[in-house]
């Protein structure tokens, strides 16, 4: 646990030297109001982390997150344009993203197809049936509702719902992993699988709930982003799946599983946000923005292999001793 505060805290002052480093040129950009905006920019980046991050906890990935946001967004879209009025899309599109995900665990549960090849294939049919559904075709702002574009931007005690919905699913993640069982088999399935399943653990169960709360954040996402930014079109989100997986492993989630934090996963996120929203103002190439970002994941990839690396001479030692 000391080892995770201890992470957060290197984060967190990363977050502040990087602030710092962009107030000396735009000093606007500390503002308090800037602030809230960047951090509506990243509750996207977010709520997706938050949904990987679980996945990953059980030494699984998903990669095919952004792809059921897009679909999920282009449903969305399309029902709102059938006349169905939001308080019915939103719960349709949830339950469309956990059906999403469900698919992805039931293969990975019953089948023991390896994650990273189950969601690419899901990635690849989810745009596919974007494109199956509209033939291609875009829906812009005007084909949409304006209740429907107005939900996420609407201005509550200074914050859009965008954000405030964030705040919602970060407290709900900080309860879901401190303080239920199921929040403890996600530790206890990617710490060690062997052990879990001897204190009456589903492995398979585990990962599948898992999978099942990163599609249903993909589909609240893929309404919020298509309402926000009201276009929707089959590459809607492209790549952005990478930018997850890069928040999560920021954050220090472990790849291997079953170590990390809600709160490093959130400052991950925002870390990855300040950079996109800082850069081009001050005038940063955004091939500069996908170097720091390159370079954030390998440092962070390469402080977590060092942190967990067995000390070997120590264990020759004792067994010296021993003898």
Request: proline letters at 4%; glycine letters at 10%; a positive charge.
């Amino acid at each position: 646990m000391n080892l995770l505060k201890s992470r957060e805290a290197i984060l967190g002052l990363a977050i502040l030297v990087l602030l710092a480093v962009i107030a000396t040129r735009f000093p606007a950009f500390v503002r308090p109001d800037n602030l809230a905006r960047v951090f509506t920019d990243t509750s996207p980046l977010m709520l997706l982390a938050l949904g990987q991050m679980v996945v990953i906890l059980t030494k699984c990935i998903d990669l095919s997150v952004a792809a059921n946001l897009a679909l999920c967004g282009m449903i969305a879209a399309l029902m709102d344009g059938a006349g169905v009025p939001l308080v019915v899309i939103l719960p349709m599109v949830i339950a469309l993203g956990a059906v999403l995900g469900a698919v992805n665990g039931v293969l990975v549960w019953l089948l023991g197809i390896p994650s990273i090849v189950v969601t690419l294939g899901t990635m690849t049919i989810y745009r596919g049936t974007i494109f199956l559904l509209t033939d291609g075709a875009w829906i812009n702002a005007h084909q949409m509702s304006d209740a429907f574009k107005a939900f996420p931007r609407a201005v509550i005690l200074g914050l859009p719902v965008m954000a405030w919905i964030a705040v919602a699913v970060i407290a709900g993640f900080v309860l879901l992993l401190s303080r239920t069982a199921l929040g403890r088999a996600f530790y206890a399935v990617g710490g060690n699988p062997h052990a879990a399943v001897y204190t009456g653990i589903s492995v398979g169960r585990t990962q599948f709930a898992a999978f099942v709360i990163a599609g249903a954040l993909a589909g609240l996402t893929g309404y919020l982003w298509v309402a926000r930014y009201a276009v929707a079109y089959v590459d809607i989100a492209g790549g952005f799946e990478l930018d997850v997986v890069a928040a999560c492993v920021i954050g220090g989630i472990a790849i291997a599983g079953g170590a990390g934090s809600v709160a490093g996963c959130v400052m991950g996120a925002l870390f990855l946000g300040i950079i996109k929203n800082a850069l081009p103002v001050v005038g940063i190439s955004p091939f500069w923005q996908m170097a720091i970002s390159g370079s954030a994941i390998l440092i962070a990839i390469a402080f977590n292999a060092r942190t967990n690396r067995a000390p070997g001479r120590i264990i020759l030692k004792q067994a010296e001793h021993r003898a």
